[in-house]
């Protein structure tokens, strides 16, 4: 990496961390859900982008997280610190059982995207059905400032909690693209037939990357719980949930690190910009009418995402 490299990641860096101390309280939310949404990108990331198996089933994950942290939280007193893990262990789990039944029959494309979703909307029902979890009322959570239960008196924590997890998730991402089993997801997604030929286990490889993509979304979840102390199955666990966390890999570029940082920007500052231009109540929808138009921009003008153009522009622009 050049000097020159090091000298923005390094700028860049300590202007994520001043943030807070500069910007106005708002400003510091809507750049903690940036952070936040490139995280769950990036968890979506491995499996949709690296090993090129869509899912659209990821608010299932999601959903086990919060609500696992949240319930052991509630009625066992323990640390969502501790129930996270728990939250990850599970989703993981569930993952591999749709894993399983997805890739031992061969299921690709959208057979396996239909798959995911039934699994998601499964785990909705349940979680309406269940009083343990709040049933149709959903589950609230008492907010009592303690930073061991994750509870904090201003945004600012959660901020730089977000930015914890934005920076674990490239990490993780960075270590698996350069690692043997990212190679092996790289070549499932080219050519699964191929890749077989040469030895790669496509079957113990899909699965690795759905666990761990699915357990890392659960950390995810529980973060959200925290952060709003209200769950309820329907936005928790349905499918809008799942697409924003497809969209912004998406329009970023899936299948490389930048491409859920760059697409979580673009979609939050896009987001934020029109919060504030459009009058509340004014235009129903216009938001998602803008979601769509960008969407739409960026699959015909640059199906790969808008992070690859980037960085060949860069290139090019380099004395």
């Not at 769950?40 to 090129?52: D, F, K, S, V």
């Not at 089933?57 to 996270?84: N, V």
């Not at 690859?308 to 004395?319: E, Y």
């Amino acid at each position: 990496m050049s000097r020159r490299a090091w000298g923005a990641g390094a700028a860049g860096a300590a202007a994520l961390l001043l943030f807070p101390m500069v910007a106005p309280g708002d400003w510091v939310n809507e750049a903690l859900f940036i952070l936040y949404f490139s995280y769950l990108g990036q968890c979506w990331n491995i499996l949709g982008g690296y090993a090129g198996q869509a899912s659209l089933g990821h608010a299932a994950f999601f959903g086990i997280g919060a609500y696992t942290a949240a319930a052991l939280h509630l009625h066992a007193g323990l640390s969502p610190f501790l129930g996270m893990w728990v939250g990850a262990a599970l989703a993981a789990a569930l993952s591999l059982l749709v894993g399983v039944l997805s890739f031992r029959f061969g299921l690709r494309g959208s057979y396996f995207l239909l798959m995911t979703l039934a699994f998601a909307e499964i785990t909705r029902l349940v979680a309406l059905h269940l009083d343990l979890l709040g049933g149709f009322q959903g589950l609230f959570i008492p907010f009592r400032e303690d930073p061991v239960n994750f509870q904090f008196g201003s945004v600012t924590p959660y901020y730089y909690a977000a930015l914890a997890l934005a920076a674990f998730g490239c990490v993780v991402v960075l270590g698996l693209e350069r690692s043997r089993l990212g190679k092996a997801l790289m070549a499932i997604r080219e050519d699964e037939d191929a890749a077989e030929a040469l030895g790669v286990d496509a079957y113990r490889v899909k699965l690795q990357a759905f666990a761990l993509s699915a357990a890392l979304t659960a950390l995810g979840g529980t973060f959200y719980a925290y952060r709003i102390l209200h769950l309820h199955p329907d936005p928790v666990l349905g499918v809008e949930q799942s697409v924003e966390i497809i969209l912004r890999p998406i329009i970023g570029g899936s299948g490389t690190v930048a491409g859920p940082v760059v697409g979580a920007l673009l979609l939050g500052v896009l987001g934020a910009l029109s919060r504030r231009v459009i009058p509340i109540g004014g235009y129903a929808g216009a938001q998602l009418i803008l979601y769509g138009v960008l969407l739409v921009a960026v699959v015909l003008f640059m199906p790969q995402g808008a992070s690859p153009v980037l960085a060949r522009r860069l290139r090019g622009s380099r004395p």
